[in-house]
């Protein structure tokens, strides 16, 4: 009868624990990794373009029944990255949304989350291939290339000086739309363009504003600003105003609507492109379920839903990799900018 007993107890017991982990109970899955937490690091931050971004990426989980863990370091270095990735690996993440400070130096810590059998892929600035399943991209690189340096033969009238404000020397995303701007300069339509300089502002507001001041100082007959940074267009155009520069010197690139509104209409910056950040990171929380329940892999030709923007298809990516194209750039001009101001 005590055996008999014995045995049930053990029976209740085994139940007991299966129960708790059939339930998730602090356990885990996919190779140890959390099974509904989506962890997105942005570059740094203070960043308001940033902040919606992971805004959206956020909201996309939850509306999936997930967990977001929204991570930035103080500065955009991948050191600081490197950090917060560690602690995500260590907190069995299903996966890793990575906005790259570099395209290169993430690799290990991110081949390292893969192992952990954690999804990772990166979304706005790319990492390499070897370190992602796939690349949320804004826009098409060469659409955005070509439509910036268009906007600066615009504003300029056809010729003069121009200077690129970007943000850091290692940021993917920047550096591709720059090769695409110095390759469209090459074409006789552009050749009274002058590219005079590429400075880096490194997405803070006090070094874009002090670079802006070092350009305007190095280059008296400079005509246009292009800004491939909402932190630099902002803080370009803030300079360009202070110092009663608007006409003489024009800014335009890529801005929020929230923080350009004030000089599109005082003409500091005629007009600007962007794209809905909220919507890169929403886009970004359906890649991220679509990856960890195996619905894609990355490859080209994987297709999957993006609850309220629709259907997406991953296509090749010009390095090599794969990507998923949110749309093309918007451009925000003095007849539409009210319109979108209070949006984002």
């Known amino acids: 009868m005590r055996l008999a007993k014995k045995a049930l107890v053990l029976l209740l017991v085994l139940a007991a624990a299966l129960a708790v982990v059939s339930c998730g109970g602090g356990g885990s899955s996919g190779g140890g990794a959390a099974s509904n937490t989506h962890a997105m690091v942005f570059k740094n931050t203070g960043n308001p373009y940033g902040e919606r971004q992971m805004g959206g990426f956020e909201d996309g989980i939850k ?21 917060i990735i560690e602690q995500l690996i260590a907190q069995k993440v299903a996966s890793i949304c990575i906005v790259g400070n570099d395209y290169d130096a993430l690799q290990p810590v991110l081949t390292k989350a893969i192992q952990a059998g954690i999804k990772v892929y990166s979304l706005d600035s790319s990492v390499n291939p ?8 804004q826009a098409d690189t060469i659409a955005i290339g070509e439509t910036l340096v268009e906007a600066a033969f615009d504003q300029a009238g056809g010729s003069g000086e121009i200077a690129i404000l970007s943000a850091t020397s290692q940021a993917s995303n920047q550096n591709a739309w720059i090769a695409v701007m110095q390759e469209t300069l090459k074409q006789p339509k552009y050749a009274n363009l002058d590219l005079v300089k590429i400075a880096y502002g490194d997405d803070l507001r006090d070094k874009s504003t002090s670079e802006t001041e070092a350009l305007l100082l190095s280059y008296p007959n400079l005509k246009v600003i292009v800004a491939p940074t909402t932190v630099g267009i902002a803080a370009a155009s803030k300079v360009i105003t202070d110092k009663g ?10 801005g929020l609507p929230s923080e350009m509104a004030e000089y599109i209409d005082n003409g500091a910056c005629p007009y600007m492109f962007l794209w809905n950040p909220i919507d890169v990171g929403y886009l970004g929380s ?20 993006a609850g309220r923007l629709g259907r997406y298809t ?31």
Do not use: C, M
């Not at 359906?286 to 839903?305: F, H, K, M, P, W």
């Open 245 to 254: 520069l608007i006409g003489t010197v024009k800014v335009t690139g890529l």
């Open 314 to 344: 991953i296509t090749q990516a010009g390095d090599g990799g794969t990507e998923v194209l949110l749309g093309p750039p918007f451009k925000f001009e003095p007849s539409n900018i009210n319109d979108w101001k209070n949006v984002y």
């Open 130 to 137: 070897a370190s992602r399943a796939t690349h949320v991209n």
């Open 286 to 305: 359906y890649t991220a379920t679509a990856l960890t329940a195996g619905e894609i892999t990355g490859a080209v030709g994987d297709s999957y839903n």
């Open 63 to 83: 509306e999936q029944g997930g967990t977001a863990i929204l991570r930035a370091p103080d500065q955009p270095t991948a050191e600081a990255q490197i950090q």
